[in-house]
């Protein structure tokens, strides 16, 4: 299990069973593990996700395309990674 901090100061971790189902989906992003923790604290955009608890994270120049998207879900005070993808267009 690997953590970070998002801006707000909340603890954020990324599970070995996340890390495996982003790699499994999105296997170009295997190279950039740190750079998807690095989303989570200092992404260029924030947006409330479509689900109570959820923002979406967005940062760019990460991996082969323009924008990753992280999708982090929230339990009080803290958060877990469940997923993360590539982006080509703007969020």
């Known amino acids: 299990m690997w953590e970070t901090v998002d801006p ?23 190279p950039f593990r ?26 760019h120049g990460i991996g082969p395309s323009l924008w990753v998207k992280v999708a982090v879900h929230y339990e009080g005070h803290e958060g877990r990674i469940v997923t993360a993808f590539p982006r080509r267009r703007s969020p």
Do not use: K
């Not at 790699?23 to 992003?29: K, S, T």
């Not at 604290?41 to 689900?51: H, K, Q, T, V, Y």
């Open 8 to 30: 707000e100061g909340r603890r954020v971790v990324l599970t070995f069973a996340a890390w495996r189902h982003i790699v499994e989906r999105h296997g170009e992003l295997e």
């Open 34 to 59: 740190t750079a998807i923790l690095a989303a989570v604290f200092d992404p260029d955009r924030r947006i409330l996700g479509s689900e109570q608890g959820e923002m979406w994270c967005y940062r």
